[in-house]
């Protein structure tokens, strides 16, 4: 395993942006609720970002993940995460990927990996150099309807077979995140259920970050 000095945040709620439910007058302060209310980590994705707005939006992240000591995972980029000295990137399938991030970013980065629903995609990434697995989706995703299904069951074939943190993705919510823990999980990445506009004030979003922080204690 890459041993990360980060490496013990590598469980709990991992708190992932979207520019629709968090647009960049309320991304800072939200991110902050969230971490306030227990998240372990955060992910800036941002698909539709000028190169502009990504820089200065990931500056943003950083400062205030900084001054919480929370690791600051940048979706998709290495570019980005090496410019505002974030703490790893967020990857998917493209080739070799994860190995070139590993190169690039260094020993002490952490590097995440979507897996989908494969073991055999796992072990690619543990050998290239991952920091964790992302398996999912498990549930419909209002942010991402069709990213490819998985079975919750893959988690823990993972366990047995891949010696590293497993994040589980895709529709999870405060009914469901308890039996994805169950499966096995050492992280569950949320983006609707924790950002989205049910929220009433900004401090919402602190008390659903520390609902499904508590599904990790029991
Ligand atoms: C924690 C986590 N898991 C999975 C994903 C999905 O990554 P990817 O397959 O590259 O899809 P996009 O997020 O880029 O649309 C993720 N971002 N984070
Ligand atoms: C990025 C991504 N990859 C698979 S599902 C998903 C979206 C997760 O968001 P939500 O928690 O709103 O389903
Ligand atoms: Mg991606």
Redesign the pocket.
């Given at each position: 395993m890459i041993n990360t000095p980060l490496n013990q945040k590598l469980r709990g709620l991992?708190a992932?942006t979207d520019p629709e439910l968090l647009p960049e007058e309320t991304l800072v302060a939200s991110v902050e609720q969230a971490i306030l209310g227990g998240a372990s980590i955060i992910?800036y994705?941002d698909k539709h970002a000028t190169e502009v707005e990504l820089i200065r939006r990931a500056e943003s992240l950083a400062s205030c993940c900084k001054t919480y000591q929370t690791p600051l995972i940048i979706?998709?980029r290495i570019d980005i995460c090496k410019r505002v000295n974030a703490d790893g990137v967020?990857?998917?399938?493209e080739d070799n990927a994860v190995k070139a991030a590993r190169e690039q970013l260094g020993s002490a980065a952490i590097i995440?990996a979507?897996c989908h629903n494969s073991i055999d995609l796992a072990e690619q990434a543990l050998t290239e150099g991952a920091s964790y697995v992302?398996f999912?989706r498990f549930f419909n995703s209002h942010s991402?309807q069709h990213a490819p299904p998985a079975d919750l069951s893959i988690l823990k074939e993972a366990e047995l077979r891949i010696r590293l943190p497993k994040?589980a993705?895709g529709g999870i919510n405060l009914d469901n995140g308890q039996s994805v823990l169950e499966h096995g999980a050492d992280m569950i990445?949320v983006i609707h259920a924790l950002f989205a506009s049910g929220n009433v004030s900004i401090n919402d979003i602190a008390k659903k970050a520390a609902a499904f922080q508590t599904l990790f204690n029991h």
């Open positions: 991992y992932i992910q994705r979706n998709d967020h990857l998917g399938q995440g979507t992302a999912g991402k994040v993705i990445a």
